[in-house]
């Protein structure tokens, strides 16, 4: 296995668990916190969306598809307490943009070769990510880091276990 195939099977993992906790949510389900001080998942789910577009734009200028108008500005750091619908998008188109944004994330990667891995990170990310490689496997974990935070709200809503 090389480094695009783990990164593949990584972010392929990573959407699964995530998907497996959302999609059985309806729409005004998507507005829970898992708790006091936290994000609503709707906010969540575009967080990661409108984050990997930036990501793979700042490794790949250009790769990553257009967000519908207005939807990184809802899914700001500056909006996270946003309760309003209106700003929030269903499942579905979650469900959507998600498997475009993946996609596009996808086919950029298999463009990659093992020199590219090896170059700096976007100046941006170098502190934390200091090379593309490691900016790639953070686009491939992102959602596992947010993944936790829907289980509780899966449990206070009564719905499966699911992992």
């Not at 409108?50 to 250009?62: I, Q, T, Y």
């Not at 700001?76 to 309760?83: T, W």
Request: with cysteine.
């Amino acid at each position: 296995m090389n480094a695009n195939d783990a990164i593949r099977t990584t972010m392929s993992l990573s959407a699964m668990v995530l998907d497996s906790y959302f999609h059985d949510f309806n729409d005004e389900e998507l507005l829970r916190r898992p708790g006091p001080g936290c994000n609503h998942l709707a906010w969540q789910l575009g967080h990661l969306i409108a984050s990997e577009c930036g990501l793979l734009n700042s490794l790949c200028p250009g790769a990553a598809p257009s967000l519908p108008t207005g939807f990184e500005e809802h899914h700001a750091k500056e909006n996270k307490d946003s309760n309003d619908p209106k700003h929030f998008c269903t499942v579905a188109e979650y469900q959507a943009l998600f498997e475009k944004v993946r996609g596009a994330s996808e086919k950029t990667l298999a463009l990659q070769s093992a020199a590219d891995f090896d170059q700096p990170a976007p100046e941006k990310w170098r502190k934390m990510f200091p090379t593309a490689g490691a900016v790639w496997c953070l686009i491939a974990t992102h959602g596992m880091m947010h993944a936790g935070q829907f289980v509780p709200v899966r449990r206070a809503l009564g719905k499966p276990v699911k992992i």
